[in-house]
């Protein structure tokens, strides 16, 4: 004989209300970014307190490639 089913198997504590926690969500939020290729990605706070915007992030994120390029260069000079 099967067992019915009637309840959700649901791990959420019953003294949680969704309609409070997803209170002020906005659906779709980033979902323009998406379709456009964009990849969202989230900084650790400390991280963000140091780039006042994704302008800065790009930038920085720009030399960290310029410099790997440098070091890759000077690694390959040294082994020949």
Do not use: C, H, W
């Given at each position: 004989?099967?067992?019915?089913?009637?309840?959700?198997?649901?791990e959420?504590?019953?003294?949680y209300?969704?309609?409070?926690?997803?209170?002020?969500?906005?659906?779709?939020?980033?979902?323009?970014?998406y379709?456009?290729?964009?990849?969202?990605?989230?900084?650790?706070?400390?991280?963000?307190?140091?780039?006042?915007?994704?302008?800065?992030?790009?930038?920085?994120?720009?030399?960290?490639?310029?410099?790997?390029?440098?070091?890759?260069?000077?690694?390959?000079?040294?082994?020949?």
């Amino acid at each position: 004989m099967k067992k019915k089913t009637t309840e959700l198997n649901d791990e959420l504590r019953p003294e949680y209300d969704l309609k409070s926690l997803l209170k002020g969500g906005v659906r779709g939020k980033y979902a323009k970014k998406y379709r456009a290729g964009t990849k969202l990605i989230l900084l650790e706070p400390d991280v963000a307190k140091a780039f006042p915007n994704e302008k800065a992030v790009n930038e920085a994120l720009r030399l960290v490639m310029k410099l790997n390029k440098v070091q890759d260069k000077t690694r390959q000079g040294a082994r020949q």
